[in-house]
């Protein structure tokens, strides 16, 4: 991927590996697809489950969104590593001279843009079909879009402890839910308020700490998660 | 005295009852006894199964050099001493016979033995 | 001077010290985890408000307080497992993640039975000592089972190593997130919840005592299973084999 004649600078070879990801992904676009549909079709059972009714439906959409949120970006980070682990790719990418610290984020931002991305665009539309106060949509982007990032990252470092699994959808569950306890209650707090007529203001301030909490330390987390699965 | 008159029940009935909260004090105090017990006896017994397969391990291990030495003596007769084969043939073939036998079980256990450590180690 | 750390990772030096020390820490658990519980059962004076149940929170909340040092714990195990690849931490943090579920599970069966009495529920959200422990049941479950998954010891260790030390971030970041949540959602909680506020001087002695008591046990059992994982791991060592061999 990277050519052999001209050295890249940190840089381009961040550049390199975000466009060679989005690349791959869009090659295999059932990575992108089912948990998106996933997400989609979680969403529209709860009120199957639970009720037609607009005001129940209202009170629980926050809370239904995040969790449908949390639960395909698990799924979704299966894909993040594995087919470089099995291709023997990710071994290169661990050879590199580059700081692996961007290397990983670049992929962890290819992996976002196609899969937390979607969910962030598509949430006003299942948020309607709640019935969620249309006031709120703004709100419930904004977390969205500042917390799927932050469960990318963190996701990152369970599966790239995981990587040389065979099956380990359960394992990375029980060790990522938990982690992503705080941007849960953060999200839904936030759109919760707005919902009710308050300043959301404050919750999307803890949100971001929380995205650039991750930012700085997740990827050097998972970077060194890499070097221990694959050695 | 002093000690006696301090205890808060009069009677072994009113200790048992705890003041009316008998199930909970006394199923917190029980699941604190087992978890005790528990969390203390596992290690033990854990222990004592370990001595016994360590124990285990190092007699096969002893068989088995023994053994070898045995199957060495064995092939070095047969090439080197004409003399020791007609001497003692009923001698010799019972000790190999009896080596045989040894190997057979050392032999399971020591396939056994690699099993386990590969399950370990891969 | 890196000499007695050098010596302190040598599983050998570790077992041998302990097998001077553990009679002495077995005698000081039973000691004072029966002053502290005949203290508690006997002595200590009813509560005005609990009553009686005031026993069960001597026990509860020295198992609770002893459960918050396993993330710490294993934390600092596992960046000297990390730095230094010492053997020993690495035993340590590994019987420390399956002790440490054990503790958060019996501070939440204690604490649900004494929630029966004082909240007239086995079960309660809005207190967020409980719920914060409940996740930190997962995370410690987790790391149990990440240890179980990776076969290769030498990778298990350094996985579980990295995994305790965001753990033991992300327990600080759950406990606090969870408080917020808590006191959003329910701005006026039973005055019940706040745990032995009403209690007496005599409480808080019999309470220390226990969590000194239970401190004692955590470290008889986890210096009785980390000898074992010695045992174990150094089973081809000469110094097992003799000792082994002496035993028979």
């Known amino acids: 991927m990277l050519s052999a004649s001209v050295k890249p600078s940190t840089r381009s070879a961040f550049m390199l590996t975000l466009k060679r990801d989005l690349l791959i992904a869009f090659k295999r676009k059932n990575d992108i697809v089912n948990p998106f549909m996933f997400f989609v079709i979680v969403i529209s059972l709860f009120p199957l489950a639970i009720s037609p009714e607009g005001e129940k439906l209202a009170e629980i959409a926050a809370g239904v969104i995040w969790i449908a949120v949390l639960l395909s970006a698990m799924l979704s980070m299966d894909s993040l590593y594995r087919g470089d682990f099995e291709d023997g790719s990710l071994e290169i990418l661990l050879l590199s001279p580059h700081p692996l610290f961007f290397l990983v984020l670049a992929k962890n931002i290819a992996h976002w843009l196609v899969s937390g991305f979607p969910v962030v665009i598509a949430s006003p539309l299942l948020a309607y079909m709640l019935k969620l106060p249309s006031e709120s949509y703004g709100t419930l982007m904004l977390t969205l879009l500042i917390g799927t990032p932050t469960l990318s990252l963190i996701g990152s470092i369970a599966v790239a402890l995981t990587v040389g699994l065979g099956s380990r959808g359960l394992i990375l569950a029980v060790i990522t839910l938990p982690f992503s306890v705080p941007v849960l209650i953060f999200g839904t707090l936030a759109v919760q308020a707005s919902a009710s007529g308050l300043p959301a203001g404050g919750y999307l301030t803890l949100l971001l700490a929380l995205l650039a909490g991750s930012l700085s330390l997740a990827p050097l987390t998972s970077a060194a998660a890499l070097r221990i699965s694959v050695s | 005295m002093d000690l006696i008159n301090a205890i808060q029940f009069d009677s072994w009935a009113e200790f048992i009852d705890m003041g009316g909260y008998a199930f909970n004090v006394w199923a917190v105090y029980g699941l604190f006894a087992l978890f005790i017990a528990v969390n203390i006896l596992v290690p033990l017994r854990r222990r004592s199964a370990l001595l016994r397969d360590l124990r285990r391990r190092a007699r096969i291990d002893d068989q088995v050099a023994l053994n070898s030495a045995a199957i060495n003596r064995e092939s070095m007769s047969g090439v080197q001493t004409a003399e020791a084969e007609s001497q003692g043939q009923s001698d010799e073939s019972g000790d190999a016979g009896d080596a045989r036998e040894v190997i057979q079980p050392a032999s399971q256990s020591a396939s056994d033995l690699r099993r386990s450590q590969q399950g370990e180690n891969s | ?248």
């Open chain 3, 1 to 248: 001077m890196w000499l007695w750390f050098a010596k302190l990772g040598s599983p050998k030096w570790f077992y041998e010290l302990s097998s001077k020390w553990l009679p002495w820490l077995v005698v000081a658990t039973v000691l004072v985890i029966g002053t502290a519980t005949v203290w508690a059962l006997l002595f200590l004076p009813p509560d005005y408000q609990q009553g009686y149940t005031s026993r069960i929170l001597v026990v509860h909340v020295a198992v609770a307080g002893t459960s918050l040092a396993f993330f710490p714990l294993m934390a600092v195990a596992g960046t000297i497992t990390l730095v230094w690849k010492m053997k020993l931490a690495d035993m340590v943090a590994k019987n420390a993640a399956a002790l440490g579920a054990w503790f958060s599970f019996i501070t939440l069966a204690t604490g649900s039975i004494w929630g029966s009495v004082s909240w007239g529920t086995w079960w309660e959200w809005s207190d967020s000592r409980l719920v914060s422990m409940l996740f930190q049941f997962f995370l410690l479950l987790g790391v149990v089972s990440l240890r179980s998954a990776l076969e290769d010891s030498d990778k298990a260790a350094k996985a579980c190593a990295l995994l305790s030390i965001v753990g033991c971030i992300n327990v600080v970041i759950i406990k606090y997130s969870v408080e917020w949540w808590n006191t959003l959602h329910q701005p006026a909680s039973p005055v019940s919840l706040q745990t032995g506020s009403a209690n007496g001087p005599e409480f808080w002695i019999a309470t220390a005592l226990m969590i000194l008591g239970v401190y004692l046990f955590l470290s008889v059992s986890l210096i009785l299973s980390t000898r074992n994982e010695i045992l174990q791991r150094e089973r081809r060592a000469l110094w097992v084999q003799e000792l082994v061999a002496a035993e028979r």
